[in-house]
């Protein structure tokens, strides 16, 4: 059964750090890795995707690697905001009950303070 | 990009009542979706798979009967929630696949959730 870990589970930095989140999974038999942005009380907003062929993933200032033979993942934050806070969840995707399911973290409750 | 809607946003009900929760996809046709729950401070727990036109999968430890799912078309899916009780109290989240977009682009588009308060 594929397990998501992801530490730590809240962080508070000042504004401007840069900061990293860490999550590994136990099953490396993935097809790809997410990470998801969720607000309180909100849904779930896609940051970036990284196929397990690929080693990692840019968007703005946001970087996220993957080592699928560690069965581990980083997001890195540069430069972080306030709006930034969030609570950022890692997910692995694999072959499940014929579809492509889903296996979540915890999640890292970020808090950037001004 | 593509976009899942749920409705309720929100809902308060009295124990004992049912209560159903839609889930559809806008702008494209999802033969699968996936309902799942997520309770303060926890993660997103998958509760079952819902497949167009057959039974849904459900999870080890959800009950099939208490969690009714129907995915009668390829735009929508509804859970009814039967005979809530204060402990179903969550936060209901559905998510659709693209069958077109395959695996190697985002498979899961997810909706906004819905809150479910039971008192």
């Known amino acids: 059964k594929q397990e998501v870990t992801q530490i730590p589970a809240a962080l508070s930095v000042p504004e401007g750090e840069n900061l990293v989140l860490n999550c590994s999974f136990t099953d490396s038999a993935i097809y790809n890795l997410q990470w998801f942005r969720q607000d309180p009380g909100k849904g779930l907003t896609s940051l970036l995707l990284i196929q397990s062929s690929q080693r990692e993933q840019t968007s703005g200032r946001l970087n996220a690697s993957l080592d699928k033979s560690s069965g581990r993942s980083t997001l890195y934050i540069a430069a972080s905001q306030p709006g930034d806070s969030a609570t950022y969840l890692c997910a692995v995707s694999y072959s499940g009950a014929g579809s492509y399911q889903l296996t979540f973290g915890k999640g890292t409750k970020l808090s950037v303070i001004p | 990009g593509a976009v899942v809607s749920q409705h309720p946003s929100w809902v308060i009900c009295k124990s004992g009542t049912s209560v159903k929760i839609e889930c559809r996809s806008l702008d494209f046709q999802a033969t699968t979706m996936f309902w799942y729950r997520q309770f303060p401070k926890q993660s997103l727990m998958l509760m079952a798979t819902s497949n167009e036109g057959s039974k849904a999968t459900y999870e080890q430890g959800v009950e099939k009967d208490k969690f009714l799912i129907n995915h009668a078309s390829l735009t929508l899916s509804t859970l009814t929630v039967t005979s809530a009780h204060p402990e179903d109290s969550s936060f209901y989240i559905c998510?659709?696949?693209?069958?077109?977009?395959?695996?190697?682009?985002?498979?899961?588009?997810f909706g906004p959730g819905t809150r479910l308060l039971v008192l």
């Open positions: 998510s659709a696949r693209d069958p077109l977009a395959g695996a190697r682009t985002e498979t899961q588009y």
